[in-house]
C-alpha cells in the first residue's frame, strides 16, 4: 500500500512542518499531526504508518508516561528534542 501525494521527494515521505497551530483539515487522509519539541512546540504532519513502527512507540509511551492523556497542544505532543524526531523518521523511511 503505498500513498502518492505531492509531498512526495526522491520517493521518500516529506514531513511538513509548522510552527502554528493547524487546523484538521490541513492534514491529509492517511496522516496525523503531532507536536515535537522540548521547549517550542513544532506541529509536524506524519504518515499514520509510523504509529506501527517500534522506535515511534517508545516515543509513544513516553508521552504517555509525560502527559497521560491531557496533551497541552491539544494533539498528540512528542517529548523529543525536534532533531531526534527528525532523526527517528529518517531511519524509519530508511526501513521501509
Known amino acids: 500500500m503505498g500513498f502518492r501525494l505531492p509531498g512526495i521527494i526522491n520517493g521518500k515521505q516529506k514531513l511538513q512542518c509548522s510552527s502554528s497551530r493547524g487546523s ?46 491531557d496533551h497541552p497542544m491539544g494533539g498528540l505532543t512528542i ?3 525536534e532533531d531526534i524526531f527528525r532523526d527517528l523518521i529518517s531511519r524509519i523511511n530508511g526501513s521501509s
Open 79 to 81: 517529548p523529543c528534542r
Open 24 to 69: 484538521s483539515a490541513d492534514v491529509p487522509k492517511g496522516y496525523l499531526a503531532v507536536y515535537v519539541g522540548e521547549n517550542q512546540m513544532k506541529r509536524v504532519v506524519i504518515p499514520i504508518s509510523y504509529l506501527n513502527h517500534p522506535e515511534f512507540q517508545i516515543l509513544l509511551s513516553e508521552s504517555e508516561q509525560e502527559f497521560g492523556f
